[in-house]
């Protein structure tokens, strides 16, 4: 007895110098983080000021009347100054036209021409500022939120709450009849996996045991499913040893596609993804470019491929979103921007999030009945400061339904509705059935004409237990 006395002291020690390296190196990493992240988000830009619209019309004034023979009876007023500029920067360029209702001169197309020129420059310019400021703040607000997340976890704060101070009670006191005895529990709140429990475990007696019969202990007595993390042993010895368990996800997603090009043969203007972004959530997306043919497909799949890596990353979808559209500053002021119909899943929760940026409607079938999701769409080229996603709690044997506009466009007057109806006709369960039965039913419709490339998605949900 004496000797397992002083094996728990010298255990108990050992655990608590290990607290203390723990907390001093977390701390250190937090004032990193904090320092860079308010780095990022205190950045000014330089006090350069552009050029606007009337010192744009001066600035040709100056290139374009200089050496003109009729400079001296052609000349340009203050109120023609004022007007030109205010006609530039409410309709984003001039016209001749537009010139001659101001002015009479002999120059109007090169005036003009120069004109929309630096216009153009000085927005661009104006975008990609705007565009670096932006993803300067976005990285800066991470850096600080997980400064602040190491300050919490080192500061004793994982085990604060109320609900992780009655978990760690209901552990301590499950595992303490079990074959197994828990030194010490540590909680943490993973954005991606949501509430993480760590057992500082060992077994008392016996032969050694299997962690998955710790997992299934947990689930019991958190009455939440759990399972063990990637990476950690499998079997739990005689020895403390850490071990890591994550809630198992609730639900998954079976998913079905369909995809035509508005001309056979030809590249498809649309295009799509839908895969699982880490083990918390489904993502699937729809992006339609501009037109159809081989320059809509390529940017539409920029504009996919750009998001899916920024999600992949871990990175939370309003940040991720506002990041993907920052990043269209830094194409050329001619590219032609694609749309996108975005829905995510939180696999725990089974909570649906939607966003619509210059897409149409999405649709929802449960028990039968289907309704079409009411959302507001973003025009494409947005810019404001809050982005207005939907969420919807979403239930197992629910299917949604994605869409892009040259669905509606081949049905004409009332697509939604005959959509809707043809959705609660079709009885098949599977997706990828359900999504080709749809499409035969849109092709058979009375005054059908495609005219433009089409994509459907269809999305089963269901309960993993």
């Known amino acids: 007895m004496e000797i397992a006395r002083k094996r728990e002291a010298e255990e108990s020690r050992l655990l608590q110098e290990f607290h203390e390296m723990i907390d001093y190196n977390m701390k250190e990493m937090q004032q990193c983080l904090v320092a860079a992240g308010k780095l990022f988000c205190n950045y000014e830009k330089d006090s350069e000021n552009r050029q606007c619209a009337r010192e744009i019309v001066e600035s040709v004034i100056l290139k374009e009347c200089v050496g003109c023979q009729e400079r001296n009876s052609c000349r340009f007023t203050v109120e023609d100054k004022d ?7 409410e309709q984003g360029g001039l016209s001749v036209a537009d010139f001659r209702r101001c002015h009479t001169c002999q120059k109007a197309q090169d005036f003009v021409e120069e004109a929309n020129r ?49 978990y760690y009670g209901k552990i301590l006191k499950g595992f303490a009849r079990s074959s197994m005895k828990v030194k010490e529990v540590y909680f943490y709140e993973n954005q991606e996996r949501g509430k993480q429990i760590y057992l500082y475990v060992k077994k008392r007696k016996g032969k050694e045991i299997s962690a998955r019969q710790a997992a299934a202990l947990l689930s019991e007595i958190v009455e939440m499913k759990m399972e063990l993390l990637p990476g950690q042993k499998k079997i739990i010895g005689h020895r403390y040893e850490m071990l890591g368990f994550a809630p198992a996800a609730k639900f998954h997603v079976l998913g079905g596609v369909l995809s035509r090009p508005y001309r056979e043969g030809s590249p498809n203007g649309d295009s799509f993804s839908m895969d699982n972004m880490g083990k918390k959530r489904f993502v699937s997306m729809i992006s339609d470019g501009m037109g159809t043919g081989a320059a809509a497909s390529a940017e539409s799949k920029r504009a996919i491929e750009i998001l899916e890596e920024l999600l992949g990353a871990g990175i939370h979808e309003d940040q991720a979103i506002r990041m993907w559209q920052s990043m269209f500053s830094f194409w050329t002021e001619k590219e032609r921007y694609a749309t996108l119909d975005y829905f995510q899943l939180d696999l725990f929760a089974g909570v649906g999030t939607f966003l619509k940026i210059g897409a149409c409607p999405c649709f929802l079938k449960r028990k039968g009945k289907a309704e079409m999701i009411e959302t507001e769409s973003l025009p494409v080229g947005f810019s404001g400061s809050q982005l207005p996603f939907y969420r919807k709690k979403l239930e197992s044997e629910d299917l ?52 433009d490339d089409m994509t459907m998605l269809a999305l089963g949900i269901w309960d993993k237990y």
Do not use: C, T, W
């Open 118 to 166: 630096i216009y153009e420059r000085e927005l661009f310019s104006k975008s990609m500022e705007r565009g670096i400021l932006q993803m300067r703040q976005m990285v800066g607000k991470q850096y600080i939120e997980a400064g602040q997340m190491l300050g919490e976890f080192s500061g004793g704060q994982f085990r604060s709450s109320e609900e992780n101070r009655k």
């Open 83 to 89: 007007r030109l500029g205010q006609m530039m920067e």
């Open 400 to 451: 949604i339904l994605q869409i892009s506009d040259g669905v509606l466009d081949a049905l004409g007057e009332g697509a939604q509705e005959k959509i809707r109806n043809y959705m609660e006709e079709i009885r098949a369960i599977r997706p990828q059935a359900f999504v080709e039965q749809l499409f035969h039913k849109i092709e058979m419709a009375e005054g059908y004409e495609k005219s």
